[in-house]
């Protein structure tokens, strides 16, 4: 088993145009909504009437982009080389479906024990916490515990993650008194500085995580973005950052280590897309080329 072969996403280009703009158009819509019933946070904390508007734009976007032809794109993608990058995709494919504290527990015990030690306790987690696996997923959750040393999985996965449903949105803002605890204990600072020491670490962006359904089980929250470079380790990376330096606690919001320039499953792809730049002030020096985090403030 090898950790160094290439990895399971595809090519930027090997994303039909059509998917990428469903998601733009979903996110204008939920921000449209927002500004429209001057909702602070979540879409869905609004009467019937607005309730039933919200659903069906909702249900007419995903609609409209159902309707074109599957196979125009590329449409599975091989999904691991490795029993750990297995795991590693499961996690960011069940971000905001699993709990935030099972997600970080699981990073750690990854990066510090492997496959046969994150595998089982994944699976634990998940019937713990009632999350339904797709079938591409509960294929590889199997293959992973019959063999993981000798790992190999045909299991596939759609790109654009439609087999999923969307329990959260993000933006790059939030009410004042949510913004308070993260200035009030330095955490931004403090992150900034643990992460600027470790080698491979580019950027840290912060998004504010809010429900897209009333049903969500997740809490609305700061979410922080840690961006590396292709050749890192991204269970390690989310290992090290896991504890604040000065009183070793567990660091009190979500973190997503995210590769920059590299397709991800939604969860991932979303908070990167929507978080604000918090470090470093120049983000040119660290090797960042997206306009999306060089041209803000």
């Given at each position: 088993m090898t950790d160094h072969l290439d990895d399971f996403e595809p090519a930027p280009g090997a994303i039909?145009?059509?998917?990428?703009?469903?998601?733009?158009?979903?996110?204008?819509?939920?921000?449209?909504?927002?500004?429209?019933?001057?909702?602070?946070?979540?879409?869905?904390?609004?009467?019937p009437l607005q309730a039933a508007e919200f659903d069906n734009a909702t249900k007419a976007i995903a609609a409209k982009y159902s309707e074109y032809d599957r196979n125009y794109k590329i449409r599975h993608v091989q999904a691991v080389v490795s029993a750990r990058k297995a795991i590693i995709l499961l996690l960011r494919r069940l971000s905001g479906r699993l709990s935030d504290d099972a997600e970080a527990t699981l990073w750690v015990e990854l990066a510090d024990g492997g496959p046969a030690v994150a595998g089982p306790l994944l699976v634990d987690r998940i019937t713990e916490e009632h999350v339904e696996p797709t079938p591409a997923e509960r294929l590889l959750l199997d293959d992973i515990q019959t063999d993981a040393a000798g790992f190999a999985s045909a299991a596939e996965f759609t790109i654009d993650q439609d087999d999923v449903e969307i329990l959260y949105y993000f933006d790059n803002w939030s009410e004042r008194q949510y913004e308070a605890p993260i200035v009030l204990d330095g955490l931004d600072a403090a992150l900034s500085e643990k992460a600027a020491a470790i080698p491979g670490v580019q950027l840290i962006g912060r998004a504010w995580r809010s429900h897209a359904q009333r049903h969500s089980r997740l809490d609305p929250t700061w979410v922080f973005v840690v961006v590396i470079d292709l050749a890192s380790d991204a269970p390690d990376i989310r290992r090290r950052l896991a504890t604040l330096r000065d009183t070793g606690r567990p660091f009190p919001y979500p973190i997503e280590v995210v590769e920059?320039?590299?397709?991800?499953?939604?969860?991932?792809?979303?908070?990167r897309a929507r978080a604000k730049r918090i470090w470093p002030e120049d983000p040119v020096h660290k090797g960042i080329t997206s306009t999306h985090w060089l041209n803000m403030d």
């Open positions: 039909h145009p059509l998917v990428r703009a469903r998601a733009r158009e979903m996110h204008a819509w939920i921000g449209e909504f927002g500004r429209r019933y001057s909702l602070d946070e979540d879409p869905t904390e609004v009467g920059e320039g590299k397709d991800l499953p939604f969860y991932q792809t979303a908070s």
